[in-house]
Every structure is written in structure tokens, then in C-alpha cells.
């Protein structure tokens, strides 16, 4: 009998510590979740119209270019850009900017947008049919941690905002795509905006895009939509793409962004970061008015 009792009583004891550590880990749960995008624009989740105010959280680099160590020149080019960019949305309508969470970026939400067997992709390959399009773009989105929602939550009673906004800026890899039958290719980099290609431009080596992704989260930290827009690309010369060599975005490229590169194909002509991230706002709060296109 007494023994009976002492296995009861361990098998009490380990359900009870299973249990404890199984509350811990959900505590400490992170959903994440990817879907397959074939052509822009480049979202995910329901579009909302967001009317009251919005909470800005100051705009950071893609969390590929933190973990980056061999790109601090990178980095520093696009310091300004990422200043810019944080007050062109502070300048927008109903937008209120925050301080910093200061927790560990690796904390915040995740959003990639790009080549899904990138090296540094966080998703994983989404094709189960075999007859699944090659060369496959994923949208992945990962929640942010229960600290990082605590801290939300805070500023949302703090600042008396329902919504915010977390922009982060980046490099990635798109792919190119066959625009019709006579051959003509095409590199789609966001809403409205495609880049054309030339005809022997392999479709099997991804373009790299600097582009801008943000997701727009409830006062709970829920991610309710997220998305992307690129704002320039560098495309692999045919030659090249035959020895697997990839050509990058320069420094000098980015520093011309700042004042110079436009989107000639738009009215008034703005800079091609300041449609991006126009685009990218009025997307993600479900503001049409915001969107800018070409004229048809």
C-alpha cells in the first residue's frame, strides 16, 4: 500500500511539473505563420480602416541587419534614410510617435518579405504540390514577446492609442516573373510599382530590394496585417547569374535615395523611399486615400 502511495505520489509530482513547464512555454509562445505570394501588392491579414489615432514605435533595421556582422558600412548608410523615413510617417495624419521598447530587438515582431529560400529566411519552404511554382516569395509574420506586448499594452493606456505601428527597413530577395507570353519579364517590388527586365535575365537569380515591411498590431500586441513595399533593386546581369554571383545595392545607391532617386512614372515625381512608405502606411491602416499610383 505504501508503495502504491509513493508512485502515486511521483506521478503526481512529474504531471505537476509537465504542467508548470508547459504554462511557461505558452507563456512564452511566439506564432509565426507564412504565406506564398506570387505578385504585389505584397500583405497579409484583413484590411481595416484604422480612423483614431495610431502609436508610431520609432522606426529600427530588419532584424537580419542587427544579427549582420560584416555590414556595419551598410548599416551606416542607411542611418539617415531610416530617420527620414521615421518622420515622413511621424508627418503623417493621426499618427503619434512613440519611444522606444527597450527590450532586445530580437523581441519585436518579424516580418520578412522575400525569397523563401533565402540564408537568411526565417520561414520554411510552404509547397506541398509538385506541380507548386519554383522560385517561391514567401510574407511571414512572428508575433513579439509577451514582455514586448506588456510594454505595448502599457504605452496604449500611456498614450491613448488602440493601434501601432512598427516599420522596420531592409534588404531582401525578390524574384523576377514572366510579365506575358512574348517572353517580356518584370521584377513587381510593391503597390502599382513594377520594374521591367531584359529579356535574357534569368528568372532563377532573385533580385536584392531594399524595401521597407511593417506591421500594424492592436493595443494587445496582436499582428492584425502586415506587409511590404521595395523601394529600389538590383538585378544579377545575365553573365553573372551563369556563375552564381549576385549583384548588391551599393552604398552610394542608398545615399542617392536620400534626395535624388524619383518615381518618374508617378505624379509629382516623389522620392521612391517616400511612395514606399506612403504606400506602405496607407496599406497597413486601410487608408486608400493615402495610396499612390500611376494614372491609367
Known amino acids: ?28 509562445f511566439r506564432s509565426s505563420s507564412s504565406k506564398v505570394v506570387k ?14 489615432n495610431v502609436g508610431l514605435l520609432p522606426v529600427e533595421m530588419d532584424i537580419r541587419l542587427y544579427r549582420a556582422y560584416f555590414e556595419n558600412d551598410r548599416k551606416h548608410a542607411l542611418e539617415p534614410l531610416i ?29 520578412y518579405m522575400g525569397n523563401v529560400e533565402s540564408f537568411n529566411s526565417p520561414a520554411t519552404h510552404t509547397g506541398t504540390d509538385e506541380n507548386d511554382e519554383d522560385n517561391q516569395m514567401v510574407l511571414y509574420r512572428y508575433s513579439p514577446s509577451s514582455a514586448w506586448k506588456d510594454s505595448l499594452l502599457a504605452r496604449a493606456g500611456q ?20 510579365k506575358n507570353l512574348l517572353g517580356s519579364k518584370e521584377l513587381s517590388l510593391g503597390t502599382g510599382y513594377s520594374i521591367p527586365s531584359e529579356w ?16 500594424l498590431l492592436d493595443k494587445n500586441g496582436k499582428i492584425l496585417r502586415c506587409g511590404a513595399e521595395g523601394i ?3 538585378k544579377t546581369g545575365f553573365l553573372k547569374s551563369l556563375i552564381d554571383l549576385q549583384e548588391l545595392i551599393s552604398n552610394e545607391e542608398i545615399a542617392n535615395l536620400l534626395n535624388n532617386d524619383r518615381r518618374e512614372d508617378l505624379p509629382g515625381t516623389p522620392l521612391k523611399w517616400e511612395a514606399a512608405v506612403q504606400n506602405l502606411t496607407g496599406q497597413l491602416l486601410g487608408r486608400d486615400n493615402m495610396i499612390v499610383q500611376q494614372v491609367k
Do not use: W
Open 1 to 28: 500500500m505504501i508503495k502504491s502511495q509513493k508512485c502515486f505520489a511521483i506521478i503526481l509530482l512529474t504531471g505537476l511539473f509537465l504542467l508548470a513547464g508547459c504554462a511557461g512555454t505558452f507563456k512564452g
Open 159 to 178: 498614450n491613448q492609442v488602440d493601434y501601432f505601428l512598427f516599420i522596420t527597413v531592409g534588404f531582401s530577395e525578390y524574384f523576377l516573373r514572366m
Open 232 to 234: 529600389i533593386a538590383k
Open 83 to 111: 530617420e527620414a523615413i521615421d518622420k515622413a510617417v511621424c508627418g503623417f495624419e493621426k499618427i503619434d510617435p512613440l519611444d522606444f521598447i527597450d527590450l532586445p530587438p530580437e523581441q519585436a515582431p518579424d516580418i
Open 39 to 52: 505578385k504585389a501588392p505584397y500583405y497579409d491579414g484583413k484590411k481595416i480602416t484604422v480612423n483614431g
Open 200 to 215: 535574357l535575365t534569368d528568372l532563377d537569380t532573385p533580385a536584392e530590394v531594399l524595401h521597407v515591411t511593417g506591421a
